[in-house]
């Protein structure tokens, strides 16, 4: 599920991420996902709550209308079906492929505006990279992994990359503003 949508975020820039990813990047996607930012925590809780509540409580609201038509046409009532076996299954298949489609449409949202500030080279720096020279470079940090770390320097349109073993000796995040103002 989560080296999908970096797959379809990387492609986006341009970037092959497949070619710069290890077996521990692909394992930890997911869950750097859901924790980069405080919204998607949150987001995916109210979806599957109202996913089960939608579904299920639709069922059953569904058997009750039934159940009421059928005893105001004194026929017999219907009992509701179980839970358990084949119906249970088809409703928990919907869920993963419902958090699927949420990952999936975060990741290619969140690509197609950092392509759009690529393009219109709007990216401003978040970053202050210092590398082993002792030379810095403010840069917009639009990804990173566990050897890589990809960014883009302010009024350009491409996407950098550079190694982090052997190269940079720190990264740090810089306050809002603070690029602004130089």
């Known amino acids: 599920m989560g080296i999908v949508g970096d797959v379809i975020y990387y492609k986006m820039l341009d970037v092959d991420i ?18 980069s930012d405080w919204r998607i925590p949150p987001l995916f809780a109210l979806v599957l709550v109202g996913g089960y509540v939608l579904f299920f409580g ?11 038509l ?6 017999a009532v219907k009992e509701a079906p179980s839970w358990s076996g084949s119906n249970l299954n ?8 419902l958090l699927f489609g949420l990952m999936i ?23 202050r ?14 990804g990173q992994n566990t050897g890589y770390i990809f960014y883009v320097l302010p009024n350009t349109n491409s996407v950098l990359i550079t190694p982090l073993n052997g190269n940079i000796k720190s990264i740090q995040k810089l306050k809002k503003g603070i690029a ?3």
Not at 18 to 35: C, R, W
Not at 58 to 68: D, G, K, S
Not at 129 to 142: G, M
């Open 70 to 75: 059928a005893a105001s046409k004194l026929m």
């Open 105 to 127: 449409g975060y990741r290619a949202g969140v690509a197609i505006r950092t392509q759009e500030d690529l393009n219109g080279n709007t990216m401003k720096a978040t970053h």
């Open 58 to 68: 639709m069922t059953n609201a569904v058997l009750w209308i039934q159940n009421r």
């Open 129 to 142: 990279i210092v590398f082993n020279d002792s030379s810095q470079k403010e840069v917009a940090v639009v």
């Open 180 to 182: 602004d103002a130089e």
């Open 18 to 35: 497949l070619n710069y990813a290890t077996i521990t990047d692909v394992l930890m996607t997911p869950i750097s996902t859901l924790a």
């Open 90 to 97: 088809k409703a928990l298949r919907v869920f993963p492929m």
